[in-house]
Nanobody, 125 residues
Framework: QVQLVESGGGLVQPGGSLRLSCTAS????????MGWYRQAPGKQRELVAH???????RYADSVKGRFTISRDNAKNTVWLQMNSLKPEDTAVYYC???????????????????WGQGTLVTVSS
């Protein structure tokens, strides 16, 4: 019913940039907040950046000044611009959407949270 599809991951050298994109599909009326999380091998998933429907943002200390999160409410899309990438940024990045108000197959308005499938970002020379 609702899917989050991510794109934009890949291999980049230290100091380089990547832009991740995530679009929610389905019969969606609104999405409260969206965010990017990451999980490195052997580590727990952690919040990278978060943005509300009113465009308030917050970032993990480790990415402040280097990463920028943005969204387009009309397109149900969130982006993560990642600059000055470091090897320690290597991880699978996951998109998250909170309180997605949508219509089910039974024409019932329902809210749910959803995750994307993840996209791998590798920072290495």
């Amino acid at each position: 019913q609702v899917q989050l599809v991510e794109s934009g991951g890949g291999l980049v050298q230290p100091g380089g940039s990547l832009r991740l994109s995530c679009t929610a599909s389905g019969r969606i009326f609104s999405i409260n907040a969206m965010g990017w999380y990451r999980q490195a091998p052997g580590k727990q998933r952690e919040l990278v950046a978060h943005i509300t429907s009113g465009f308030s943002t917050r970032y993990a200390d480790s990415v402040k000044g280097r990463f920028t999160i943005s969204r387009d409410n009309a397109k149900n899309t969130v982006w993560l611009q990642m600059n000055s990438l470091k090897p320690e940024d290597t991880a699978v990045y996951y998109c998250n959407a909170e309180r997605i108000l949508h219509l089910t197959d039974r024409e019932t308005p329902t809210t749910l949270d959803a995750w994307g499938q993840g996209t791998l970002v590798t920072v290495s020379s």
